[in-house]
């Protein structure tokens, strides 16, 4: 029998992207104070993400009803100059975010975690995917528009790339998936090593040249 997948995600982005995927799933959200265990981490940031995925999904398996599930959890950080920029704190928070990225190349970093329990005991596969990203040079105005809609708050580095009247990137150099939470290549590499094999590849372009990017610090 098929272990049924669990998406622990409270983020919407990440639930309709894998629904692409056309593989049955449900979703709940992991227990755990995220902020207070990424604390904790002393490792390089590029991997904070993927350590957070893991933390996430440690955390789902604490919950009895998750024992019997194959889960799927991911983090997505944004560094600037390697420095991690996380969600903002409040809206003076998030112009300064905005501020520091506005025509400039950073990074984001979505680590992806599948793990499951086999005769007790956690089996955990994670990667993570680093997409460069350009800003443009947008005004304070558009910051100052952009934070009273309220999308910045819930977002890795107070921004979306797909809110549509901000449009805050000028150029993507890989995964836009993986900008938004979920590369599903990625994912779909993760998936392979417990037999799973996705309906659809999700992605628009068939033949998507950052694949071999996104498999990137893969780690047991
Ligand atoms: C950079 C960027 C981030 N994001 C989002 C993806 C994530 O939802 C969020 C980063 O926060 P995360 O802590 O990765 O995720 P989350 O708290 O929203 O959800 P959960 O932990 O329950 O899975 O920022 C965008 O939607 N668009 C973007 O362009």
Same mark, same amino acid.
């Given at each position: 029998m098929t272990t049924p997948l669990l998406l622990a995600s409270a983020s919407p982005?990440?639930?309709?992207?894998? =629904?692409?995927?056309?593989? *049955?799933y449900t979703v709940a959200v992991s227990p755990g104070d995220e902020d207070a265990a990424q604390a904790q981490y002393k490792g390089p940031n590029d991997g904070l993400a993927q350590w957070t995925a893991a933390y996430k999904a440690l955390m789902m398996f604490s919950l009895p009803e998750t024992a019997d599930q194959l889960v799927v959890t991911a983090d997505t950080t944004v560094l600037l100059d390697d420095q991690v920029l996380g969600k903002p704190r409040d809206a003076a928070h998030a112009f300064e975010l905005l501020s520091s990225l506005r025509g400039r190349w950073h990074r984001v970093v979505t680590g992806?975690?599948?793990?499951?329990?086999?005769?007790?005991?956690?089996?955990?596969?994670? =990667?993570?995917?680093s997409? *460069?990203?350009?800003?443009?040079?947008?005004?304070?105005?558009?910051?100052?528009?952009?934070i009273a809609s309220g999308d910045p708050l819930d977002k890795a580095g107070a921004y979306g790339i797909q809110h549509a009247e901000f449009q805050p990137t000028e150029s993507i150099d890989g995964c836009y998936y993986n900008v938004v939470g979920l590369p599903?290549?990625?994912?779909?590499?993760?998936?392979a090593s417990f037999d799973v094999q996705p309906v659809s590849t999700g992605c628009e372009d068939t033949a998507c040249p950052w694949s071999a990017r996104c498999h990137i610090s893969a780690q047991s």
């Open positions: 982005r990440r639930r309709q992207i894998l =629904a692409k995927l056309g593989l *049955p992806v975690v599948v793990s499951r329990l086999v005769d007790g005991q956690l089996q955990m596969q994670g =990667a993570s995917c997409t *460069p990203v350009l800003m443009r040079p947008y005004s304070d105005d558009e910051i100052n528009a952009y599903l290549c990625t994912l779909t590499h993760l998936l």
